[in-house]
């Protein structure tokens, strides 16, 4: 295989890993909130952008801390990221509300089903 044929193969692999991951990301995000109480997301285009939101928000974490915004995968600290992450969410998105405290059951919550989702999600 030459090396021009193998770059694009990789970089469409790479695209698609993406889009998995946000997709596993939107269905992690609305089971977090329909388990949630004070957590809603009033439509499908909510969803979306919210899971797009908090991919970028969590890859830019990783990028200059390192620290990964997991409520399992750094205990306390990933814990509070994963918490602020989906609070701070809401003033990016039109149609995501939720409370301080739905913000920290959500992070629990979210935890729960991204450890049983099938996949690595972190970018």
């Given at each position: 295989?030459?090396?021009?044929?193998?770059?694009?193969?990789?970089?469409?692999?790479?695209?698609?890993?993406?889009i998995g991951r946000l997709v596993a990301?939107?269905?992690?995000?609305?089971?977090?909130?329909f388990f949630t109480p004070g957590f809603?997301?009033?439509?499908?285009?909510?969803?979306?952008?919210?899971?797009?939101?908090?991919?970028?928000?969590?890859?830019?974490?990783?990028?200059?801390?390192?620290?990964?915004?997991?409520?399992?995968?750094?205990?306390?600290?990933?814990?509070?990221?994963?918490?602020?992450?989906?609070?701070?969410?809401?003033?990016?998105?039109?149609?995501?509300?939720?409370?301080?405290?739905?913000?920290?059951?959500?992070?629990?919550?979210?935890?729960?089903?991204?450890?049983?989702?099938?996949?690595?999600?972190?970018?």
């Amino acid at each position: 295989m030459s090396d021009s044929q193998s770059t694009s193969s990789s970089g469409t692999s790479t695209a698609w890993q993406i889009i998995g991951r946000l997709v596993a990301a939107a269905v992690v995000l609305a089971i977090t909130a329909f388990f949630t109480p004070g957590f809603s997301i009033n439509n499908i285009w909510s969803l979306i952008i919210a899971a797009v939101v908090l991919t970028v928000m969590d890859y830019l974490i990783v990028k200059f801390t390192g620290i990964h915004a997991s409520p399992f995968g750094k205990g306390f600290v990933g814990f509070a990221l994963a918490a602020i992450i989906l609070y701070v969410t809401q003033f990016f998105v039109a149609g995501y509300t939720i409370s301080w405290m739905a913000a920290i059951i959500g992070a629990l919550i979210y935890g729960v089903v991204d450890y049983f989702i099938p996949g690595n999600q972190q970018m």
